[in-house]
């Protein structure tokens, strides 16, 4: 079995211990502290969503 890719994230969401699935080739977290606390938080906060699984991204300037 071929080890799932991380993103850059990935010991940050460890340190907060998400729940992770494989997705695509990706150890991906798809929970934080759970789906009612978590849509409070992007309603009432900020949310980020990490898409550098999905291509890559070059930054000029």
Same mark, same amino acid.
């Given at each position: @079995?071929q080890? &799932?890719?991380?993103? +850059? &994230?990935?010991?940050? #969401? #460890?340190? &907060?211990?998400?729940k =992770? ?5 990706? /150890? @991906? +977290? *798809?929970?934080? /502290?759970? *789906? *009612?606390?978590?849509?409070? %938080?992007?309603? =009432?906060d900020?949310?980020?969503? /990490?898409?550098? %699984? @999905?291509?890559?991204?070059?930054f000029k300037?």
């Amino acid at each position: @079995m071929q080890e &799932l890719l991380k993103t +850059p &994230l990935y010991e940050r #969401q #460890q340190a &907060l211990k998400t729940k =992770n699935v494989s997705f695509c080739g990706w /150890d @991906m +977290p *798809i929970q934080f /502290d759970g *789906i *009612i606390a978590e849509h409070g %938080h992007c309603r =009432n906060d900020v949310a980020l969503f /990490d898409t550098s %699984h @999905m291509g890559e991204f070059f930054f000029k300037g």
